[in-house]
């Protein structure tokens, strides 16, 4: 696969932003990766977001509250995965519930952390299909690549990179989805972009994300929690319906399932790139 796309130079908070969140996924992937025991791990990840100050007290990686984690996949939905992929799970929904995903598709997960996404996709678009999970942090990879062996996925692949310059070429994917990553993003005008760039024409977003009411400030949301918490970067819901809009993408649907703070939703999100005429 080849880059198409430079990434832009980061402004200093950008940087930091984006190194926080880089430290607080590397540490939640070796929680896992070193853990003896399913409970271990579990445990040592919540730990290791807790001491990252993800969300305040109301934790990302909490998934008793089924706001955030493996809990919000369907029941069997995750069985024959590796308990390490499962429980690297630190998303706010399901992308894989809601992209239809079919046979001989190839599919491109945002920020793909230990791989769930990657390896269910995986299942759904059959040998003749292909997964492709970006993320940016060396840990999240590794642990991933040993999942998809663990796994015997032979028809996916995990490369590194961010999601606002993609490693990918130009039309070469059918489906993106993402599970609470794009608000993770210091500049989610590239992330559409991106998305939009990648797809080809006719393909289809499914993603997971945390949104904010559209009566909320930036410093409101900020309150909530923090950026690597998965709250203070929250776009509204007319500021994510304006973003895909403006980087050629239609159909754009937005819907929220469940609440993970006060005036903040997991949503689920779909998009289309219109088909060539």
């Avoid at 880059?3 to 940087?15: I, M, N, S």
């Avoid at 409970?39 to 089924?66: L, M, V």
């Avoid at 490693?167 to 989610?188: E, F, H």
Wanted: with cysteine.
């Amino acid at each position: 696969m080849t880059t198409t796309t430079q990434p832009a130079p980061l402004l200093p908070d950008q940087a930091a932003t984006r190194e926080a969140v880089r430290a607080r996924y590397a540490e939640a992937a070796l929680a896992v990766a070193n853990a003896k025991t399913a409970e271990d791990a579990w445990e040592s990840s919540k730990a290791a977001a807790a001491n990252a100050d993800c969300c305040g007290s109301d934790c990302c990686a909490d998934a008793s509250q089924a706001t955030y984690g493996y809990e919000l996949y369907r029941p069997g939905e995750t069985e024959g995965l590796p308990e390490a992929a499962v429980l690297a799970s630190l998303g706010c929904g399901n992308p894989i519930a809601v992209a239809d995903l079919h046979e001989g598709e190839t599919v491109l997960d945002l920020g793909s952390g230990g791989g769930i996404d990657v390896l269910l996709s995986a299942k759904r678009v059959g040998p003749t299909g292909r997964a492709i999970g970006v993320d940016m942090t060396d840990e999240m990879l590794e642990l991933a690549r040993r999942n998809a062996a663990d796994a015997g996925a032979t028809n996916v692949e995990f490369v590194k990179g961010t999601i606002e310059a993609l490693p990918l070429s130009d039309a070469s994917v059918d489906v993106v989805i993402s599970n609470c990553v794009i608000n993770l993003a210091v500049d989610k005008t590239a992330v559409f972009r991106e998305i939009a760039r990648v797809l080809r024409p006719g393909g289809r977003v499914g993603v997971s994300d945390v949104v904010a009411d559209d009566l909320l400030t930036a410093d409101q949301r900020a309150e909530r929690g923090t950026y690597v918490g998965c709250i203070a970067g929250a776009l509204s819901f007319r500021e994510f319906r304006a973003g895909l809009a403006a980087a050629g993408l239609s159909e754009i649907d937005i819907r929220p399932t469940h609440a993970v703070a006060e005036g903040m939703h997991s949503a689920i999100i779909r998009a289309t790139k219109p088909a060539l005429a």
